[in-house]
């Protein structure tokens, strides 16, 4: 079952239109709730004058001095040092917004449409204050440093140094299902429908806000339409919908629209590098450094400084660095706050380093895959301790041959025809390739429960949660390949906290390798359960009996028929579900304190068209080591997707802001996703030769690796198309940057 | 408010409106119709495509009573007599042309009209590509769907070929 390119379970019902989304589900008597944003970007809340808007149907309006408490979002990802507690988003504003777009209001009512009306009859008086829009200038909410060696000495000391600056624009994950939530009071207690990603820790956090107990809240399963590490998070909403639903003892149902998502929802990636590199005499690097401003919006919301974090402590990248200083200043602007985007901090890094990698070798004369195969660490090194640490882990790379894949990546970029010649004069071919390490598998543990019902069919609740990543496919072949049941007959429970109280979440690239353990684990357990009990009734040794078909049966008995006065030749699980005592099944969590770190190389072909600077992507190639890949039409289906998105932060999409600091990009014809004229027939090389180490599968994580070196890959081709010596990196690369880059 | 009747999917309703009620809000949360996804509102993803008499529409460009009279397909109709998945249904799970799912019966949708139309039936992966560009998917890349509608194409092609001798 591993190994195989099962269809996924999910299928069937998203295919029917059967799947059930959060807005899908509603509540007998249910109120709806509209946010209430602020219109500028900056300033103080004279006066919300809620008197006009009661009536017609309109239930309440709440605003802050509403609240019981002034509730301030925590942090959950929390990085070791800075103390971002006076940086944290309130879930109303309160005196002050800071962002166009920051709730200041709940209109709640008995129709959606005339909630919407009320909301934007509100007058809402605010005394404008000067925004800060460039993070260059903007305050300081934290900065952070990973170092080692001493880059200082590398530096006078080097033969060659190349320094260059790069920026990556604001942009986003932009999941297609905009957020939604549904509370439902019952009991004294509270349902709740629309949390995913974490809803464990959402659950826990929300009983501490609410000041109840945890068990008194239920998180159920929905589907999600695409996370990307900016669903599931825990915004203003999160609290604001379940408190009105206990406060008003009514069900309270909010679904955003694509207006609010654009300006509500996690922005990300926005920073500006200054990067440098030492170089000895051969072509080997001896330092590096980067200087990191990042510009966060408004707030630290629940990933802190993880970004910044992540980007200062991967961007070393897959290359033997001796002495290496990353530093990272988190800026405050007026704009909507900032957390990840699949892959973050690394999408930016890759893109710095790898830039930096291109230009340095045009500038030291040597070819630039030579370069990188010069610098990169070998098998031998492995595993390679970096001495810093990230996500509160040890930097340590897991396994891996970084040279094989890249001259396999090169080849396979050459027999597909990437480096093909300028065919007009003007538009102009550029072949550009980038080398990166992905970060997966990030612990500390995660639970499942693998249980066999009466009926013989197999329940998994998992820890993790369905975001489209086909998790319960992924964790179904897992299971059955441990139970020798087969993927039909398994049912996997994801994202509710009832089933599964102990359950981590989806991100991080974590589920296949946490959670996908942590079901190997109890679904052995169960399988040496039913063997044991299966034993005895077959009077066989247990190591003679084996699983076929979700039955338990004598190795070698190839009829199965018993003598007729004998014993049975075979028991289904089913039966002794029904015969053991307290049934079949097993909980385990799996726990780990390494993350496993796959890697790759990316290679991008682009025209670019002299006259309007428009770039086209014409063929992309993902290699990717995965370590064991448990569904590979699932991987390569992470991969492509990467690649898009990534194609879309390069070339296409991006969080502008007016001098006033109004957000220009509020709808999807002003945020350009990439459609299928965008995007090219993606070719993948994937390679399942370096199994992890650090769990039993050998599988490392694949959701993150289609899209790190994304942004890399194509500066890097865009700048060989130009024949530029210089860097061009300031994604994304519009037809107008493209022109201002090659005046 | 306003009477409105129309068939969804073979089966008639009627009910009273706003007249700014659009026609997916009226699917999705007065007929219950949920298949029908809105992600954007403003008619540019495609995810609330339906056929209104027999033509792809927007849905949350159009508003509930212009589909008075009127034969409305959803997701919802498109698998057969036995809740078999249809070809082109297949083919999305086949081709991995999904993976939220939330975009999906928009694609659906808006290929199971183009794959009515005549020119369908020489249809070039160029042209697979093109219709695709029509919708939003942030998951897939499109590559699997490009692949699972140029696949159905195709084998109805060779289907009504095989129909003909």
């Keep these: ?743 | 408010m306003h009477p409105v009747t129309l068939t969804v999917n073979g089966k008639p309703h009627e009910l009273t409106v706003e007249a700014r009620r659009t026609l997916a809000d009226m699917l999705r949360h007065d007929l219950g119709y949920t298949g029908t996804h809105l992600g954007c509102e403003h008619g540019i993803c495609g995810a609330c495509t339906v056929l209104l008499d027999g033509v792809p529409v927007r849905a949350c460009l159009v508003f509930g009573v212009q589909a008075d009279g009127a034969e409305v397909r959803t997701v919802e109709g498109l698998a057969g007599e036995n809740d078999e998945l249809s070809d082109l249904q297949q083919a999305f799970s086949d081709h991995h042309a999904l993976q939220c799912g939330f975009c999906t019966p928009g694609f659906l949708m808006l290929a199971e009209a183009y794959l009515a139309e005549p020119e369908a039936k020489t249809m070039t992966e160029q042209e697979a590509r093109e219709l695709t560009a029509s919708n939003l998917c942030r998951c897939t890349g499109y590559q699997g769907i490009v692949d699972a509608i140029l696949a159905t194409a195709r084998e109805r092609e060779r289907a009504r070929g095989r129909g003909r001798t």
């Design chain 1, 1 to 743: 079952m591993i190994g195989a390119s099962l269809p996924r379970k999910e299928d069937p019902r998203l295919l029917r239109g059967l799947g059930c989304f959060g807005d899908d589900v509603d509540a007998a008597g249910q109120l709806y709730a509209r946010i209430v944003r602020s219109p500028v970007a900056h300033g103080r809340i004279t006066n919300i004058d809620v008197s006009r808007v009661r009536g017609n149907g309109i239930t309440a309006i709440v605003t802050a001095e509403d609240l019981p408490d002034l509730h301030r979002i925590p942090v959950r990802l929390t990085v070791e040092g800075p103390d971002l507690s006076g940086y944290l988003q309130p879930v109303l504003a309160a005196g002050t917004v800071r962002y166009a777009g920051e709730p200041l209001a709940v209109v709640v009512g008995e129709d959606s449409y005339a909630c919407e009306d009320a909301a934007d009859e509100l007058d809402v008086d605010i005394e404008e204050l000067p925004p800060a829009l460039d993070a260059q200038t903007a305050p300081q909410a934290a900065e952070l440093t990973r170092a080692y060696g001493d880059p200082g000495a590398a530096f006078r000391q080097a033969a060659h140094v190349t320094e260059i600056t790069v920026t990556i624009g604001r942009h986003s994950g932009v999941p297609l299902e905009p957020r939604c939530l549904l509370a439902v009071p019952a009991g004294g207690d509270l349902h709740i429908y629309g949390m995913t990603k974490v809803p464990v820790y959402n659950r826990d956090l929300l009983a501490r806000m609410l000041n109840v107990d945890q068990h008194s809240i239920h998180v159920h399963p929905v589907d999600a339409g695409g996370g990307f590490g900016i669903r599931g998070e825990f915004y203003p909403e999160d609290f604001l919908i379940p408190w009105l639903a206990k406060t008003m003892n009514r069900p309270v149902k909010w679904t955003e629209d694509r207006a609010e998502n654009l300006v509500a929802a996690n922005h990300s990636r926005q920073q500006h590098h200054t990067v440098r590199a030492a170089f000895d005499g051969k072509g080997h690097l001896t330092a590096l450094t980067d200087h990191v401003i990042q510009d966060n919006g408004a707030y630290c919301r629940t990933h802190g400084i993880s970004v910044a974090e992540l980007t200062i402590a991967m961007l070393p990248g897959p290359y033997r660095i001796p002495a290496y200083r990353g530093h990272a200043s988190i800026r405050l602007t007026n704009k909507t706050p900032c957390g990840t985007y699949r892959a973050p901090g690394r999408y930016e890094g890759t893109t710095a380093r790898e830039h930096l990698m291109d230009v340095a070798a045009d500038q030291l004369g040597i070819d630039r895959v030579e370069l990188r195969r010069r610098n990169l660490l070998t098998k031998a090194d492995m595993p390679h301790r970096r001495p810093i640490s990230t996500l509160g882990t040890d930097l340590v790379l897991d396994t891996g041959d970084y040279p094989a894949l890249l001259e396999a990546a090169v080849r396979e970029a050459d027999r597909l025809g990437y480096r093909a010649p300028d065919d007009s004069t003007r538009t102009r071919h550029g072949f550009g390739l980038a080398m990166f390490v992905e970060k997966s598998g990030l612990g500390p543990r995660e639970t499942a429960d693998v249980t066999i019902t009466e009926a013989g069919h197999v329940v998994i609740s998992a820890g993790g949660t369905t975001l489209g990543q086909g998790i319960e496919t992924v964790l179904a072949q897992i299971a059955a390949d441990a139970l020798g049941a087969p993927a039909a007959n398994i049912t996997v429970i994801t994202g509710d906290t009832d089933k599964q109280p102990f359950g981590t979440g989806s991100w991080a690239s974590r589920s296949t390798v946490v959670g996908g353990s942590a079901v190997h684990e109890a679904a052995l357990a169960v399988r040496q359960e039913a063997l044991s009990h299966a034993a005895k009734a077959l009077e066989a040794a247990e190591q003679d009996l084996e699983i076929v078909n979700g039955e338990v049966v004598v190795r070698g008995s190839a009829s199965g028929v018993g003598c007729a006065d004998g014993p049975a030749a075979r028991v289904s699980l089913a039966e002794i579900a029904r015969t053991a005592e307290g049934g079949l099944s097993a909980r385990r969590t799996f726990e780990v304190d390494h993350m496993t770190y796959p890697y790759g190389v990316h290679a991008a072909a682009v025209s670019v068209d002299e006259d309007t600077g428009a770039v086209t992507v014409l063929r992309y190639l993902v290699a990717y080591e995965v370590g064991r890949a448990v569904n590979p039409m699932l991987v390569e289906g992470q991969l492509r997707g990467g690649v898009a998105q990534g194609i879309g932060g390069a070339l296409l999409e991006e969080f502008g802001y007016d001098a006033d600091g109004q957000p220009q990009s509020v709808s999807f014809m002003d945020y350009r996703m990439p459609t299928a004229a965008e995007i090219p027939r993606i070719d993948i090389l994937l390679t399942q030769e370096h199994p992890s180490p650090g769990n039993p599968l050998g599988v490392m994580g694949a959701g993150e690796g289609g899209i790190n070196a994304v942004g890399a890959a194509i500066a890097n081709a865009v700048r060989d198309a130009l024949g530029r010596p210089g860097p061009i990196a300031s994604l994304p690369l519009t037809p107008a940057t493209v022109r201002t880059q090659n005046p």
